[in-house]
C-alpha cells in the first residue's frame, strides 16, 4: 500500500513558475514509478511526467519537456515537479501517482498506477 499527498499548487501568471511536491509513504517505494498526470475541466486525464523511484531515466510528456522538470527525493519520501514557462493551457489539477516498476512508455499510462493522490488545482492567468 502507497499513499500520496499533493501539495504546492495555486494561482500564478503566464510565464511563471510554481513547484509541486508529492509526499509518499508506504512499503516498497523503491518497486515504483511516480508518476505526474493532470487534468483540465472537461478533459481526460493526461500524463504529464514519470520517473522511478530508485533512479533512472525520467519521461516526460511532449507539451511539457523543456518547462517541466521531475524530480525524487529519497530521503524526504517526496516527489517534485517543478513547472516553468508555464502557460494558461497548463492549468488543471494535478495528481501524483505510482505503479509497481513501470518501463519505457508504460510510464505514460494512467491505467498502469495504482496509487493516487487527492490532486492539486494549478491555475495559470493569461
Known amino acids: 500500500q502507497v499513499q500520496l499527498e499533493e501539495s504546492g499548487g495555486g494561482l500564478v501568471q503566464a510565464g511563471g513558475s510554481l513547484r509541486l511536491s508529492c509526499a509518499a509513504s508506504g512499503r516498497r517505494l523503491s518497486m515504483h514509478t511516480m508518476g505526474w498526470f493532470r487534468q483540465a475541466p472537461g478533459k481526460e486525464r493526461e500524463f504529464v511526467a514519470a520517473?522511478?523511484?530508485?533512479?533512472?531515466?525520467?519521461y516526460y510528456a511532449d507539451s511539457v519537456k523543456g518547462r517541466f522538470t521531475i524530480s525524487r527525493d529519497t530521503v524526504k519520501n517526496a516527489v517534485d515537479l517543478q513547472l516553468n514557462m508555464l502557460k494558461a493551457e497548463d492549468t488543471a489539477v494535478y495528481y501524483c501517482?505510482?505503479?509497481?516498476?513501470?518501463?519505457?512508455?508504460?510510464?505514460?499510462?494512467?491505467?498502469?498506477?495504482?496509487?493516487w493522490g487527492q490532486g492539486t488545482q494549478v491555475t495559470v492567468s493569461s
Open positions: 501517482a505510482a505503479g509497481r516498476y513501470l518501463p519505457g512508455q508504460a510510464m505514460g499510462v494512467s491505467q498502469r498506477y495504482d496509487y
Open positions: 520517473i522511478p523511484w530508485s533512479g533512472g531515466s525520467s
